[in-house]
């Protein structure tokens, strides 16, 4: 038994068996971590000496917890007290936050050992983690191909068995996309399930952090840790935190061969021919799965899906233009050495050289559709529009307890195919946009596999999309569709 093909699961108890000693692990994955990461691109940085300390403090009996001695890893963009924050950007370069993120600090006192920081688009924003600063990250499925984004570098370490489970953060679809591309599961939560204090800010509204694990246990399990409410944050709610792990088993269709006594929404809006084959051929098996297990498939309508992408793209870049403003050469972030005359050219220097390409586009985007004379007619519309889609779902949710969906319409491009056509990128949230403009917690789930034309096999997803507030009724629903396939078992040929 190799400790590096275990689930989080698996390996926290192999550990508290006594099977494995925590420094062993770690160990192993240090040395995958060496033997492989250098082509692949996932971790923008490691703290091995850190990482062994806490793993000999888990085999001494001084570190505790449900996540004690396994091996996980955290995505750029959450602050932590040690080591660097640099959000894949210049801009934060050099980065040292004086306080760590609630959900990174709930992870460690669950016993979870953090060996680095993930790879990500610079400041959340892409589709591909090809944006970062520190190059980019490659899908350990194809290295020809990109991991997804922007928590590419999360979706590809886990995939490519670098850690056990991840952090990600997902304001449009960056943790389910990527999850989809590598062929693992990616898990957004409600809004306000997770505290967002110490995620570094992109679009206030929509960011939710969540895990990436290789199975819906250990993302129930992550979950668990990770949720409830924290008076460091004023939209994180103050709500009941179910034992998700315990509720996958339990209840009304918990058993083996019981019903599963779900109504499963399926939507025309979200099928058709902008799917790729395998896509498609991915959804109806799901159905068929479903349907066996008892489930009763229901056609719905959500009228306003066309219209996520353009509002998600006017309300994430309005936000992201308020939240970037404070990095300025002088408050926060890189400040530029060339001399100036006066402070507004050491603004637009600092800012001309520590952001990439792509935050400078939506930056002015969102600054465009805040500015006078086009607040209403962009901004203020796109806030209509949001509550359109919202009640779309809400009217869904009266006739189905789950919504099944693609999560992605293609399998993953290939690296620098999308890089000089913005909205061909911005295109690939179609799927995933209109959850967070709602809040809903939705899951990607690993669910075929597609054959390139070179022959090598790239994963599909699919995605469950759930009421606001039942992730645990979202967690039985795609355990049981786990537990009836193996997809989520099949590893990238590393």
Same mark, same amino acid.
């Given at each position: ?251 009304? *269709? $918990?058993?083996?061969? &019981? !019903?599963?006594?779900?109504? =499963?929404?399926? +939507? @025309?809006?979200? %099928? *058709? $021919?902008?799917?790729? &084959? !395998?896509?498609?051929?991915? =959804?109806?098996? +799901? @159905?068929?799965? %479903? ?204």
């Amino acid at each position: 038994m190799d400790p590096i093909d275990l689930t989080a699961i698996e390996l926290r108890e192999a550990i508290a068996a006594g099977h494995f000693r925590a420094v062993d692990v770690v160990e192993a994955y240090l040395a995958r971590i060496e033997a492989l990461d250098g082509e692949l691109g996932c971790y923008r940085e490691t703290w091995p000496d850190r990482a062994r300390e806490r793993a000999r403090q888990v085999d001494a009996g001084a570190l505790t917890g449900p996540l004690a001695g396994v091996p996980v890893a955290v995505k750029d963009n959450l602050c932590t007290d040690h080591g660097l924050t640099a959000c894949g950007s210049r801009m934060l370069e050099n980065y040292r936050s004086p306080f760590t993120a609630t959900a990174v600090a709930r992870l460690e006192a669950a016993g979870g050992i953090i060996l680095g920081k993930t790879n990500m688009d610079e400041f959340a924003m892409g589709g591909s983690t090809e944006s970062s600063y520190f190059g980019r990250t490659v899908n350990p499925w194809d290295r020809s191909r990109v991991p997804g984004g922007s928590s590419g570098g999360s979706a590809a370490a886990v995939a490519a068995r670098l850690c056990t489970a991840a952090l990600g953060s997902d304001t449009g679809g960056s943790i389910r996309q990527p999850a989809a591309y590598c062929g693992i599961v990616g898990l957004k939560p409600s809004y306000g399930r997770v505290s967002r204090w110490g995620l570094v800010a992109f679009a206030s509204s929509l960011d939710q952090i969540g895990p990436m694990t290789h199975s819906v246990g250990d993302a129930a399990l992550l979950l668990g840790i990770i949720a409830g409410h924290d008076p460091l944050d004023s939209t994180c709610v103050e709500q009941r935190v179910p034992d998700y792990l315990a509720g996958l088993e339990s209840g009304e *269709g $918990g058993g083996e061969t &019981a !019903a599963l006594p779900m109504r =499963i929404g399926v +939507a @025309r809006q979200y %099928l *058709g $021919g902008a799917n790729h &084959a !395998a896509v498609e051929q991915a =959804i109806e098996q +799901a @159905r068929e799965v %479903l349907a066996a297990q008892g489930a009763q498939l229901v056609e719905i309508d959500l009228p306003h899906t066309e219209y996520g992408v353009p509002t998600y793209y006017l309300v994430a870049t309005s936000e992201a233009s308020s939240n970037l403003a404070r990095y300025d050469g002088v408050h926060y972030g890189h400040r530029t050495e060339a001399p100036v005359e006066d402070l507004v050219e050491l603004y637009s220097r600092s800012r001309a050289e520590g952001f990439g390409d792509e935050v400078k586009r939506r930056i002015m985007l969102g600054t465009f559709a805040l500015s006078s004379g086009y607040f209403d007619q962009y901004y203020a519309r796109a806030l209509k529009a949001r509550r359109l889609i919202r009640q779309d779902f809400d009217r869904a949710f009266q006739q189905c307890d789950v919504i099944l969906t693609p999560t992605a319409t293609d399998p993953a491009f290939r690296l620098g195919e999308k890089l000089d056509d913005p909205l061909a990128m911005y295109l690939n949230d179609v799927y995933t946009a209109n959850c967070n403009l709602a809040g809903l917690p939705a899951i990607s789930l690993p669910a075929g596999l597609a054959e390139g034309e070179d022959g090598t096999r790239l994963p599909v997803g699919l995605q469950l999309i759930g009421p606001l507030f039942q992730e645990e009724t979202l967690l039985q629903a795609a355990h049981r569709y786990q537990r009836h396939t193996d997809w989520h078992t099949l590893h990238p040929p590393l």
